[in-house]
């Protein structure tokens, strides 16, 4: 016959298992970043589309190049730190965008600098 205390442990020993299934799973969630495949953006001027996995696969960037000043190796998006108008010292949303898509572009001489050459739909 099964006593009190051996329903006891039998139920502390699940929850234990429980928990540590629970914690060993949270673990080992894959903690790489999402790598977006393309991105859209609607703005006044025209869409542009930003072939966001070519440019890392293909053109052999690092995720860092783009998503820069960060201390702990995230990735964020510009608007976290870019605002819509900016300041002296932070560009603002669009001239950070104008800035660092134009720039290597020019820079690389690959790749529109153009209007109408990105902002095409
Ligand atoms: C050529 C520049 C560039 C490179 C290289 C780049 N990104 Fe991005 N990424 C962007 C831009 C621009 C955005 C859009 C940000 C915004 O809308 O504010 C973005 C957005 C993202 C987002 C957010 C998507 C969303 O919709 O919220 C993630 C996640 C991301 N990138 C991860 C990565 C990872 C991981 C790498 C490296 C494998 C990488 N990026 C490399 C430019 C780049
Ligand atoms: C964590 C905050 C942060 C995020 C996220 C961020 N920036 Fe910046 N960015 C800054 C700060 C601060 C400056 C001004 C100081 C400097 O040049 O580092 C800056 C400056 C810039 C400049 C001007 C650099 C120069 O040499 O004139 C460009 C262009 C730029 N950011 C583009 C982007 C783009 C595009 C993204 C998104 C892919 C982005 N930034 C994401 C904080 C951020
Ligand atoms: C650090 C360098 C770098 C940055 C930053 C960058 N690009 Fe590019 N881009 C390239 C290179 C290299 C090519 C390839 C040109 C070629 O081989 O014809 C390219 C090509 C393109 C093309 C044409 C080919 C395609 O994939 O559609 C578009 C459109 C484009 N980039 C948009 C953008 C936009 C929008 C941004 C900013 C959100 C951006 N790029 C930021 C390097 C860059
Ligand atoms: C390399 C690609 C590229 C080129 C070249 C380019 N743009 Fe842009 N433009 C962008 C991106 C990316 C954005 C940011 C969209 C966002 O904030 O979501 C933008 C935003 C804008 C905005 C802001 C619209 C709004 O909703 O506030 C205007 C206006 C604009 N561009 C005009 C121009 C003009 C004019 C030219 C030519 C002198 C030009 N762009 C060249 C990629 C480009």
Do not use: W
């Not at 560009?91 to 153009?114: I, L, N, V, Y």
Request: aromatic share 6%; with cysteine; glycine share 6%.
């Amino acid at each position: 016959m099964t006593s009190q205390r051996d329903l006891k442990i039998a139920l502390c020993v699940m929850i234990v298992l429980l928990i540590s299934g629970i914690i060993c799973y949270a673990s080992f969630i894959p903690e790489a970043p999402e790598d977006p495949v393309r991105i859209m953006f609607q703005n006044k001027a025209g869409k542009v589309l930003f072939t966001h996995s070519v440019h890392n696969d293909d053109f052999g960037l690092e995720c860092l190049d783009c998503h820069h000043n960060i201390e702990d190796d995230e990735t964020y998006n510009c608007s976290e730190c870019h605002e819509e108008t900016g300041d002296e010292d932070l560009p603002s949303r669009t001239d950070a965008f104008h800035t660092q898509c134009k720039g290597c572009h020019e820079d690389g001489g690959a790749g529109p600098a153009e209007c109408n050459e990105c902002h095409a739909l």
